[in-house]
């Protein structure tokens, strides 16, 4: 890709006369201009002769740069404080933040401006062929979604039991496995209970005689009744069905109160439970947790109350929000990630322990930053670049610093100031031209 840039650039910029020009004196004023040699397939060569290339055997290409010291001058900027935590906001003088009510902090030449490492200025020969495209320093909010991968669990908070509510024996078990997932209302036992065939058979003689004569002594005996066989597991239409058929069957059926997976199972045929005891453990799934990685680059953008949009493979089509409700506070220390959590209803039960989630977590910037497109960007991996236009024909690298990116937008710490044009289209061919010529410099500064 660089080779492809370097020969591109060099048919755009190819060889240009000297350019002279006549004062007012009528004197012809000669620009200076640095001349070099190289070649096009290998621009490590520069000589000051034309020749041939010692690798290659090419014929060089003649490189013309102008020189003018009057373009590395800068200007001074004026004083300026800005809120340390919000640094859009700034002022001519020191102050409070307005924002906040900390003391503002004077912005220093780093804030202000990179260090420049490069100057190219083109001619108008190269012009004409150089159409490059401008994005200016823009201030404004910014928000990010952080993609996530997480995974179900069950929820520690919701772990329930089957217990005896009433002395009996267990007559039928119709679930036999532990691991079985059993649905709020699904049957799960039948129980021999003297108490509880007795407080049926009150509750019935209560309810006939109510219906009969309409006695409120009656009436608080059927309600009574039915409260406390409804305490004992006994649902309406069993009720009901007791009512139709004017007795109470020998063996009673006990359905499950709560949806979860069993992972104890006490009951079997035969044996007697007291009140208390619990004929099944479960692992209650009507809600879930999802718990999530966020990278460490993102971990300070991740509040609690922050909603996440969740996909399972088990619901296609289907997104679920949740709210973030646990951030843990230790970072692990292998995978540098931080543990985030939520909190989901599973109504259908279709969720299960272990499976894999898709999460987006959407977060908005406090405050409003200064931000480039990322295109604008050559990032070395020791430091990132940027082209600035100075003029038509004059263009600057500087050293930024860089903070968050979302939507194809990089925050720019320091280096740039609101207002400044970046080159966006344009600038691998201005960074293969300064390449030619000596590469970039930091004067003095090193490398950032």
Same mark, same amino acid.
């Given at each position: ?31 200076q ?11 490590? &060569?520069?000589?000051?002769? /034309? +020749? $041939? ?7 060089? !290409?003649?490189?013309? %740069?102008? =020189? ?42 780093e ?24 994005f200016?320093v ?19 908070e919701?772990?329930?039991? &089957?217990?005896?509510?009433? /002395? +009996? $024996? ?7 496995? !532990?691991?079985?997932? %059993?649905? =709020? ?69 006990i ?30 799934l ?43 506070p ?62 038509d ?16 937008y ?19 061919l ?5 390449q ?13």
């Amino acid at each position: 890709m660089k080779i492809f840039s370097l020969i591109l650039l060099l048919l755009i910029f190819g060889c240009t006369k000297k350019v002279e020009k006549e004062d007012h004196s009528g004197h012809q004023e000669v620009k200076q201009e640095q001349v070099y040699y190289t070649c096009a397939m290998h621009p490590q &060569i520069k000589s000051d002769k /034309p +020749g $041939r290339c010692p690798i290659c055997e090419m014929i060089l !290409t003649k490189i013309e %740069i102008s =020189k003018d010291d009057t373009e590395t001058s800068e200007h001074k900027m004026p004083e300026v404080w800005q809120c340390k935590d919000f640094p859009d906001v700034t002022s001519e003088t020191p102050m409070k933040c307005p924002m906040d009510g900390t003391p503002m902090i004077k912005r220093t030449s780093e804030m202000e401006a990179g260090k420049v490492i490069s100057k190219v200025k083109l001619r108008k020969a190269q012009l004409h062929h150089f159409k490059p495209d401008f994005f200016p320093v823009t201030n404004m909010k910014m928000s990010k979604n952080i993609r996530l991968l997480g995974a179900v669990f069950e929820s520690e908070e919701r772990e329930s039991k &089957i217990p005896a509510r009433v /002395p +009996g $024996r267990v007559e039928k078990v119709y679930v036999n496995v !532990t691991g079985a997932y %059993i649905k =709020k209302g699904d049957p799960v036992l039948k129980i021999y209970s003297p108490q509880l065939i007795t407080g049926g058979e009150e509750y019935l003689l209560a309810r006939k005689s109510y219906n009969k004569t309409k006695n409120k002594a009656f009436k608080d005996l059927y309600k009574q009744g039915r409260e406390k066989l409804r305490l004992w597991g006994v649902k309406d239409f069993q009720l009901q069905n007791w009512y139709e058929k004017g007795k109470i069957p020998r063996s009673i059926t006990i359905y499950s109160p709560a949806t979860g997976i069993v992972k104890k199972k006490n009951a079997v045929v035969g044996k007697y439970f007291k009140e208390g005891q619990n004929f099944f453990e479960l692992s209650d799934l009507t809600t879930v947790w999802v718990e999530m990685d966020v990278y460490e680059q993102d971990s300070g953008l991740v509040k609690i109350g922050q909603e996440v949009d969740l996909k399972f493979s088990a619901l296609p089509g289907q997104v679920i929000k949740g709210k973030i409700d646990f951030i843990n506070p230790v970072l692990d220390p292998k995978s540098r990630t931080l543990k985030v959590r939520t909190t989901i209803e599973n109504l259908y039960g279709k969720l299960r322990p272990g499976m894999v989630a898709e999460a987006t977590l959407k977060t908005v910037l406090d405050g409003n930053r200064l931000v480039i497109p990322r295109t604008a960007i050559i990032d070395t991996g020791k430091r990132k670049v940027i082209w600035q236009k100075i003029s038509d024909t004059t263009y600057q690298a500087k050293t930024i610093h860089t903070g968050f990116e979302s939507e194809g937008y990089v925050e720019v710490v320091h280096g740039l100031k609101e207002g400044d044009f970046v080159v966006i289209e344009g600038n691998f061919l201005l960074d293969a031209q300064s390449q030619l010529f000596g590469g970039y410099e930091d004067f003095g500064h090193g490398n950032h």
